[in-house]
Structure formats: structure tokens, C-alpha cells
């Protein structure tokens, strides 16, 4: 079991940046894979970034790569979100989540741990 806390939302103009983090407790936190998802209001749930647990694969949805830099820090059983450049269309609830896959998925079902979201908004 894993309980993960976001915190770092909040309210921006375009252009400007954000940085959301994600604090694990509860087990082991480097086993997992970790991953960024969003829901905008009427819309699904999506993948936005993820990260292996060592660091050293990521993967992005297309609409915020060269914007967004996802990094973990296990010794502090941390995972955060750099986001830059930020739209208005990046507005939505932001979830962290855990997977205990081996490789980064894109998929909702592969992560078993969420958190309670944290929300961005960007104006124009």
C-alpha cells in the first residue's frame, strides 16, 4: 500500500509555470513506477507523463513535451512536475499516481495508488 499527497496547484497565467509534487508514504517507493494524469471538467482522465523507477525513462503525452519535465527523488519519496509554458487548455485536476509494473504505462488500469488531485488552472 502507498498514499500519495499533491500538492502545488493553483492559478496562472499563460506562459507562466507551475510545480506540482507528490509525497509517498507507506511502502517502498522506489519500486514503483510513477505517473502524472489530468481531467479537465466533461473530459476523461489523461496521461500526461510517467517516470521508471530509477529515473531513467520518462514518457510524455505528445501535447506537453519540451513544456513538461516529470523527476523522482527517492531518497525523499518525492515525484514532481515541472510545468512551463503553461496553456489554457493544461487546466485541470492533476493526479499522482503508482504503479507496481515494471515498465511505464499509459494506461489508467496499470496504476494501482492515486492521489486526491491538485488543481491548475491557466488563464488567458
Known amino acids: 500500500q502507498v498514499q500519495l499527497v499533491e500538492s502545488g496547484g493553483g492559478s496562472v497565467q499563460a506562459g507562466g509555470s507551475l510545480r506540482l509534487s507528490c509525497a509517498a508514504s507507506g511502502s517502498t517507493f522506489y519500486w514503483y513506477v510513477m505517473a502524472w494524469f489530468r481531467q479537465a471538467p466533461g473530459k476523461e482522465r489523461e496521461f500526461v507523463a510517467a517516470i521508471s523507477w530509477n529515473g531513467g525513462y520518462t514518457d510524455y503525452v505528445d501535447s506537453v513535451k519540451g513544456r513538461f519535465t516529470i523527476s523522482r527523488d527517492n531518497a525523499k519519496n518525492t515525484v514532481s512536475l515541472q510545468m512551463s509554458i503553461l496553456r489554457p487548455e493544461d487546466t485541470a485536476v492533476y493526479y499522482c499516481?503508482?504503479?507496481?509494473?515494471?515498465?511505464?504505462?499509459?494506461?489508467?488500469?496499470?496504476?494501482?495508488?492515486w492521489g486526491q488531485g491538485t488543481q491548475v488552472t491557466v488563464s488567458s
Open positions: 499516481a503508482a504503479s507496481t509494473m515494471t515498465t511505464i504505462a499509459r494506461t489508467i488500469s496499470s496504476y494501482h495508488y
